[in-house]
T-cell receptor, first 114, second 111 residues
């Protein structure tokens, strides 16, 4: 089984719909992150959480919300999806520093908003 | 403004040669720099870390250099193989334990 599992892998949704992307991990890491990846823009941080009671906005949090249901679960919601939220979304985890062993990424969710 | 630039979107190289990828940054003070590999349809995979007080790091056929004066990291793959074909991302780590990614360089190793 993958260390970081994202569901769904692909999703097409309509403008204005609410959608949730889910992430679970078996790494035992406290820290979890949501990134989006767009061609030419690289990975950009949406939200991050250093433990269950800690949620922080990243550089592009507008239009998104998150929930850390447990140490192993971190979900990302788009309350009212819009076409420019079409992107590849990645969940990642790290240990306390994220420095020595890097981040562990899931395989991503490709989201299309039509 | 803060910027992380990787030398080119795509790099083609002949099998057996050394591939050199560049990561330049402005208006960051990274404590460390990481390199990741990303295959199509997959998430990035961590390869190497180099800290601000280190000049060079090696791991098998990979070598990373870090020049904080030039604000640049070079990533080398020696004796490149077709299996090395992928997109390579550099990422800067700051003291706040956040990671900022470059846009990546897509490497193709031609047999």
């Amino acid at each position: 089984d993958a260390d970081v599992t994202q569901t769904p892998r692909n999703r097409i949704t309509k403008t204005g719909k609410r959608i949730m992307l889910e992430c679970s991990q078996t790494k035992g890491h406290d820290r979890m992150y949501w990134y989006r990846q767009d061609p030419g823009l690289g990975l950009r941080l949406i939200y991050y959480s250093f433990d269950v009671k800690d949620i922080n906005k990243g550089e592009i949090s507008d239009g998104y919300s998150v929930s850390r249901q447990a140490q192993a679960k971190f979900s990302l919601s788009l309350e009212s999806a819009i076409p420019n939220q079409t992107a590849l979304y990645f969940c990642a985890t790290s240990d306390q520093t994220g420095e020595y062993y890097g981040y562990t990424f899931g395989s991503g969710t490709r989201l299309t908003v039509v | 403004s803060q910027k992380i630039e990787q030398n080119s979107e795509a790099l083609n190289i002949q099998e057996g040669k050394t591939a050199t990828l560049t990561c330049n940054y402005t208006n960051y003070s990274p404590a460390y720099l990481q390199w990741y590999r990303q295959d199509p349809g997959r998430g990035p995979v961590f390869l190497l870390l180099i800290r601000e007080n280190e000049k060079e790091k090696r791991k098998e056929r990979l070598k990373v250099t870090f020049d904080t004066t030039l604000k640049q990291s070079l990533f080398h793959i020696t004796a490149s193989q077709p299996a090395d074909s992928a997109t390579y991302l550099c990422a800067l780590g700051t003291g706040a334990n956040n990671l900022f990614f470059g846009t990546g360089t897509r490497l193709t190793v031609i047999p």
